[in-house]
């Protein structure tokens, strides 16, 4: 491990810290509740979600899970106080929830969280967006993401992570062939850039540990797909 990375760590930890995951079940929040509980960088892990996850080993045994109902966020405000760092890997498709799902999911259900958050006492907000993010784009993937970040950024967290990520390299719980191809399609050109239009999801867990760990330069930071490789140290 970098020396420097080895005492931010053990600066960060000495703070006693708590946070909180949302989207935990997801590709990357799955990842990412492994590397936290893994790293014991945080006094207190906690999930929110809609259901309760099945863990089975004794590594997550401290692991708090909240079980929330999405549609009726307001009404779990108590399950969002007393965390330091918030992780927000919350997110859908279209082709899973429709147009209209998906923008509730990416925007509504995120801001939600994000206010209660910062009203709980959330001091770090870290969004999970998406390469290419803009509110003005003619795709509503990245126009929903872009507006989103805008509208976190707006709540005016002391700090707030954006994260980037292009394509997803995974092995995703649920089959999409249409990802599927694109990511057999792209091999050559990720073979030869390999921080340009994909990353390891494990990679982008990687990120947003080391990055929380690290000294804010400013109140908001926006990481492409490539400074994500950087943080998490796997630039090639």
Same mark, same amino acid.
């Given at each position: 491990?970098?020396? /420097? ?7 960060? @930890?000495?703070?006693? @810290?708590? $946070?909180?995951?949302?989207? &935990? ?10 590397? +936290?509980? @893994? ?17 089975? /080993? ?7 899970? @909240? ?9 779990? &405000? ?18 899973? &929830?429709? !147009? ?14 994000? /206010? ?5 006492? $959330? ?24 507006? +989103? ?12 992570? +954006? ?6 390299? $995974? ?44 000294? !804010?330069?400013?109140?908001? /930071? ?5 400074? +994500? ?6 630039? $090639?």
């Amino acid at each position: 491990m970098d020396p /420097e990375l080895g005492a931010q760590r053990e600066a960060f @930890k000495a703070q006693n @810290k708590s $946070c909180f995951i949302l989207g &935990a079940s997801g590709e990357t929040g799955r990842v990412l509740l492994h590397e +936290i509980v @893994k790293s014991g960088l945080f006094s207190k892990v906690t999930t929110i979600g809609r259901r309760e996850l099945p863990f089975e /080993e004794p590594l997550y045994k401290d692991v708090v899970q @909240k079980i929330v109902d999405f549609e009726k966020l307001p009404n779990y &405000a108590d399950d969002f106080k007393g965390h330091d760092v918030g992780f927000c890997c919350l997110g859908t498709t279209k082709a899973k &929830a429709g !147009a209209d799902g998906f923008v509730r999911v990416d925007h509504d259900y995120v801001l939600q969280a994000a /206010e209660l958050a910062k009203a709980g006492g $959330c001091t770090h907000f870290n969004l999970q967006s998406s390469k290419g993010a803009n509110k003005k784009s003619p795709f509503l993937y990245t126009q929903v993401k872009g507006q +989103i970040e805008e509208d976190v950024e707006l709540l005016g967290f002391p700090r707030c992570s +954006i994260f980037r990520p292009a394509i997803l390299i $995974c092995n995703r719980q649920e089959s999409r062939m249409f990802e599927w191809l694109t990511l057999k399609a792209l091999t050559p050109v990720s073979a030869l850039v390999p921080t340009f239009i994909t990353i390891p999801v494990a990679t982008v867990a990687r990120g947003f540990l080391n990055n929380a760990i690290r000294p !804010a330069k400013q109140p908001v /930071e926006v990481l492409e797909n490539a400074d +994500i490789f950087e943080v998490a140290g796997k630039v $090639c």
